[in-house]
């Protein structure tokens, strides 16, 4: 897309330069395009760490540097990806294309319909690029196009969390389009959809202001929860599957359960056993506290803890996992006692009344070592520091 040979040029001499750098030096380049050259720089770093394989493309055109934040990683594709397969698969919120991209490899034909003229400019670009032909590209207004669609086997949305004066909307009625309004549309025109949302959402609420909610996917990247995946099915079925996932460079540790488990079946226990365990962020967001009890015969410290103990050491648990070395209350003469000697620790905060920073300068300890310290507060309301290793 990019037709001036020198811009080009500037573009792939200086791509992994400070972009900040470059535009304090612009007034040395008069013959460069320096916003676009800027524009294409900063997409590309910023792609070498969110899609490293379209970093690896040559010739993709990047957007905005909003549209670059907003979009999905590669890692995020591919889970959605991996979740759906059909004959047809239409895209009512294309954006920068990436979701498309990945989830169109599983589908005979793709449409990809976005409102924004220069984003679907660099979607066929992209595509093109990417030997993705079978993707149909649409400008248009999806809330207006929907009702007259043909039918697809999957309909994907990412509604925009933002309103009319840039602020941020988690809430699916205030985001754009209003997929609450649209559901009944959507789903008249498909056989499954999935909504993309974001990881802030109350799962629970929205579970109840949609009809057709099947399945949800919690997903997080590296312990980070980055996003909420509604499915929805008209057709019969039962109850609500939840699914936690956390990508990681070695592989997708899932954990799945029905949704809505008793709070009343969770294990509860004031007494720090041989091991401890701390759910990963997707399973936290789940709330699955229930299952995961069950699932690894594990008891919970407190409600409103989210840390687990168990005698017996637990292999493949979603989370981390701790060998207990010490336990002391929060009385002076213990942590003076447990604490002797560490002059740095891994310090976490888990239902307790004190901050990260204000126990480091409380105990004088630096960050790091081998060593992690849990500040929690036990079933019977007795707050405790907990000293272990990872395992």
Same mark, same amino acid.
């Given at each position: 897309?990019?037709?001036?040979k020198?811009?080009?040029?500037f573009?792939?001499?200086?791509?992994?330069?400070?972009?900040?750098?470059?535009a304090?030096?612009?007034?040395r380049?008069? $013959?460069?395009?320096m916003?676009?050259?800027?524009?294409?720089?900063?997409?590309l770093?910023?792609a070498k760490?969110?899609?490293?394989?379209w970093?690896?493309?040559?010739?993709?055109h990047?957007?905005?540097r909003?549209?670059?934040?907003?979009?999905?990683?590669?890692a995020?594709?591919?889970y959605k990806?991996?979740l /759906?397969?059909?004959?047809?698969?239409t895209?009512?919120?294309?954006g920068?294309?990436?979701?498309?991209?990945?989830?169109?490899?599983n589908?005979?034909?793709?449409?990809?319909i $976005?409102?924004n003229?220069?984003?679907?400019e *660099?979607?066929?670009?992209?595509?093109?690029?990417?030997g993705?032909q079978?993707?149909e590209?649409?400008?248009?207004?999806?809330?207006?196009l929907t009702?007259s669609?043909?039918?697809?086997?999957?309909?994907?949305a990412d509604?925009?969390?933002?309103?009319?004066?840039?602020?941020?909307?988690?809430?699916l009625d205030?985001c754009?389009?209003d997929i609450?309004?649209?559901?009944?549309?959507i789903?008249g025109?498909?056989?499954r959809?999935?909504?993309?949302?974001s990881p802030?959402l109350?799962? /629970?609420a929205a579970?109840?202001?949609?009809?057709?909610?099947a399945e949800?996917?919690?997903v997080?990247v590296?312990?980070?929860c980055?996003e909420?995946?509604l *499915?929805?099915?008209?057709r019969?079925r039962g109850e609500?599957?939840?699914?936690?996932?956390?990508?990681r460079?070695?592989g997708t540790?899932l954990?799945?359960c029905?949704?809505?488990?008793g709070?009343?079946?969770i294990?509860?226990?004031? $007494?720090?056993?041989?091991?401890l365990?701390?759910?990963?962020?997707?399973?936290?967001?789940?709330?699955?506290?229930?299952a995961? /009890?069950?699932?690894?015969n594990?008891?919970?410290?407190?409600p409103?803890?989210?840390?687990?103990t168990?005698d017996?050491e637990v292999t493949?648990?979603?989370?981390r996992?701790? *060998?207990?070395?010490d336990?002391c209350?929060?009385?002076k003469?213990?942590t003076?006692?447990?604490?002797?000697?560490?002059d740095? !620790?891994?310090? /976490?905060?888990?239902?307790?009344p004190a901050t990260v !920073?204000e126990l480091?300068k409380?105990?004088k300890?630096a960050e790091g070592g081998?060593?992690? *310290?849990f500040a929690?507060?036990?079933d019977?309301?007795?707050?405790v520091l907990?000293?272990c290793r990872k395992m």
């Amino acid at each position: 897309m990019i037709t001036d040979k020198k811009t080009a040029d500037f573009i792939k001499k200086n791509h992994d330069k400070d972009v900040r750098m470059l535009a304090l030096q612009a007034g040395r380049y008069p $013959e460069i395009d320096m916003c676009t050259a800027l524009e294409q720089i900063e997409g590309l770093q910023t792609a070498k760490e969110k899609l490293p394989q379209w970093a690896d493309t040559e010739g993709i055109h990047y957007p905005a540097r909003i549209s670059m934040e907003q979009c999905s990683s590669e890692a995020t594709a591919q889970y959605k990806a991996s979740l /759906t397969k059909g004959d047809r698969l239409t895209d009512l919120t294309g954006g920068f294309g990436i979701d498309c991209s990945y989830m169109s490899k599983n589908f005979a034909h793709a449409v990809y319909i $976005e409102r924004n003229h220069s984003l679907c400019e *660099i979607a066929k670009h992209n595509f093109a690029l990417l030997g993705l032909q079978h993707i149909e590209v649409i400008n248009g207004n999806s809330e207006e196009l929907t009702a007259s669609l043909p039918h697809s086997s999957w309909i994907f949305a990412d509604p925009a969390r933002r309103n009319s004066t840039g602020g941020k909307v988690v809430a699916l009625d205030e985001c754009e389009p209003d997929i609450v309004r649209l559901e009944e549309t959507i789903m008249g025109r498909c056989e499954r959809a999935m909504i993309k949302c974001s990881p802030m959402l109350d799962i /629970t609420a929205a579970c109840r202001t949609l009809n057709n909610v099947a399945e949800v996917h919690v997903v997080a990247v590296n312990n980070e929860c980055k996003e909420l995946l509604l *499915i929805l099915d008209k057709r019969e079925r039962g109850e609500i599957a939840l699914h936690c996932a956390d990508i990681r460079k070695d592989g997708t540790l899932l954990f799945s359960c029905p949704m809505g488990s008793g709070d009343d079946a969770i294990k509860y226990t004031a $007494e720090i056993k041989n091991y401890l365990y701390e759910p990963n962020a997707a399973i936290q967001k789940a709330g699955c506290h229930a299952a995961l /009890t069950k699932s690894y015969n594990i008891e919970k410290l407190h409600p409103n803890s989210h840390l687990y103990t168990s005698d017996c050491e637990v292999t493949g648990f979603p989370g981390r996992s701790f *060998i207990v070395e010490d336990v002391c209350s929060f009385a002076k003469n213990d942590t003076k006692r447990m604490l002797k000697g560490i002059d740095k !620790a891994n310090v /976490t905060v888990r239902n307790f009344p004190a901050t990260v !920073a204000e126990l480091r300068k409380r105990f004088k300890i630096a960050e790091g070592g081998d060593i992690y *310290i849990f500040a929690t507060t036990l079933d019977n309301g007795f707050k405790v520091l907990i000293k272990c290793r990872k395992m």
